[in-house]
Nanobody
């Protein structure tokens, strides 16, 4: 199973970006999807989660600005990021719990850089 993240880039404060992460390979289904981010010199933090049933949770710093969604037919998760701030800068990683042969395993994407200029 491979996760391919895309959509990062450079944007001015107040702008928007949409990240995508697609799962490929041999698997049955994806359970929960998550987006994490890691700023330079800081620990990786959980940004948003979407469960199998579509329930979503967000980190306090992004509530009201970011929206996580999933397309099960495409095995893809999205992160719509609005009203971006310089402190949102970092490498964004997708993470998925994937069912394969009756076993649930966790996979990570390669990360996509988001840079927000002031």
């Amino acid at each position: 199973v491979q996760l391919q993240a895309s959509g990062g880039g450079l944007v001015q404060a107040g702008g928007s970006l949409r990240l995508s992460c697609a799962a490929s390979g041999s698997f049955s289904s994806v359970a929960s999807w998550r987006w994490y981010r890691q700023a330079p010199g800081k620990q990786r933090e959980l940004v948003a989660t979407v469960t199998t049933g579509g329930s979503t949770t967000y980190g306090n710093s992004v509530k009201g600005r970011f929206t996580i969604s999933r397309d099960n037919a495409k095995s893809t998760v999205y992160l719509q990021m609005n009203s971006l701030k310089p402190e949102d800068t970092g490498v964004y990683y997708c993470n998925a719990d994937v069912w394969t042969s009756g076993r649930l395993s966790s996979y990570w994407g390669q990360g996509t850089q988001v840079t927000v200029s002031s």
